[in-house]
């Protein structure tokens, strides 16, 4: 089993910026690809950002593309996620999860392991 522990969240004035961390323990090996997904109230889970260091890509929704950054680092078995010209469109609760494998990385059915979210909220 693999647990993921997200942090970061917060309230932030549209225009800034706020980092989210995704803490994994457990059978981290296991995890080749991390992904960044977030719910609004009344919305669908959709993707974000994912990082598949196996296959080398890195992957990110149109809507975020050019002010999210997804990182790691091995060495604290963490990933990150950098927002940065944050919109108020950009509000909800925001989940890490992880996956073996490299295809599909938008797709929230292929995740096996989920964090417990942290919400973020952008005033305007």
């Known amino acids: 089993q693999v647990q993921l522990v997200e942090s970061g969240g917060g309230l932030v004035q549209a225009g800034g910026s706020l980092r989210l961390s995704c803490a994994a323990s457990g059978r981290t090996l296991s995890v080749t690809t991390v992904g960044w997904f977030r719910q609004a109230p009344g919305k669908e889970r959709e993707f974000v950002a994912a990082d598949s260091w196996s296959g080398g890509r890195t992957s990110y929704a149109d809507s975020v593309k050019g002010r999210f950054i997804i990182s790691r680092d091995n060495a604290k078995n963490t990933a990150y996620l950098q927002m940065n010209s944050l919109k108020p469109e950009d509000t909800a609760a925001y989940y890490c999860?992880?996956?073996?494998?490299?295809?599909?990385?938008?797709?929230?059915?292929?995740?096996?392991?989920w964090g417990q979210g942290t919400q973020v909220t952008v005033s305007s």
């Open positions: 999860a992880g996956k073996r494998g490299t295809l599909r990385l938008a797709t929230n059915t292929e995740y096996e392991y």
